[in-house]
T-cell receptor
Framework: DTGVSQDPRHKITKRGQNVTFRCDPISEHNRLYWYRQTLGQGPEFLTYFQNEAQLEKSRLLSDRFSAERPKGSFSTLEIQRTEQGDSAMYLC??????????????FGPGTRLLVL | DQQVKQNSPSLSVQEGRISILNCDYTNSMFDYFLWYKKYPAEGPTFLISISSIKDKNEDGRFTVFLNKSAKHLSLHIVPSQPGDSAVYFCAVSSGTYKYIFGTGTRLKVLA
């Protein structure tokens, strides 16, 4: 059973550096989502792809954040010029277009980012 | 303004008893409701969901109840087991993407 995988699991960086995270969704899933979770909060939606098209971006996703899904399979999330406020758990989820109106999103283990 | 609230940050229950976790939402347009369980340093794990056309859904020890008029969702776990100790998040959706999560309830099942 290959669920959603994320790499790296942990990242420590200095303020001002760029970081990139990777997400590999469940293989037959064509929707992919990024969320961010900070301490004491639930996950917050960042952005969403259907195949390779990025269909929605949250206002939480500042200009320093960019996400791609070039071939409709894995996705990357890059943060440029990191700030201490970017420290959080970054979660990826995927779901399948089943024809049903409602789909269930399955989450990866997350990448925990600490910006010093 | 929080659209989804879990007002109990923590809950302790004796092993074998029922655990009841609650969630309130504000928007009547939400039509899909889910519960996730999260262990430390792991991503959320899907537990159970319910559509707005139903008021109850059961899966083994887990039952989700939906009261649309009260805009209230609850998760019942019976019997509770020590392995159920985790943080539980409710999530709501009005479409097929962009879940909105509550802040979580930490459940501790005491042996």
């Amino acid at each position: 059973d290959t669920g959603v995988s994320q790499d790296p699991r942990h990242k420590i960086t200095k303020r001002g550096q760029n970081v990139t995270f990777r997400c590999d969704p469940i293989s037959e899933h064509n929707r992919l989502y990024w969320y961010r979770q900070t301490l004491g909060q639930g996950p917050e939606f960042l952005t969403y792809f259907q195949n390779e098209a990025q269909l929605e971006k949250s206002r939480l996703l500042s200009d320093r954040f960019s996400a791609e899904r070039p071939k409709g399979s894995f996705s990357t999330l890059e943060i440029q010029r990191t700030e201490q406020g970017d420290s959080a758990m970054y979660l990826c989820a995927s779901s399948s277009i089943s024809g049903a109106y409602q789909e269930t999103q399955y989450f990866g283990p997350g990448t925990r980012l600490l910006v010093l | 303004d929080q659209q989804v609230k879990q007002n109990s940050p923590s809950l302790s229950v004796q092993e074998g008893r029922i655990s009841i976790l609650n969630c309130d939402y504000t928007n009547s347009m939400f039509d899909y409701f889910l519960w996730y369980k999260k262990y430390p340093a792991e991503g959320p794990t899907f537990l159970i969901s319910i559509s707005s056309i139903k008021d109850k859904n059961e899966d083994g020890r887990f039952t989700v109840f939906l009261n649309k008029s009260a805009k209230h969702l609850s998760l019942h776990i019976v019997p509770s087991q020590p392995g159920d100790s985790a943080v539980y998040f409710c999530a709501v959706s009005s479409g097929t993407y962009k879940y909105i999560f509550g802040t979580g309830t930490r459940l501790k099942v005491l042996a």
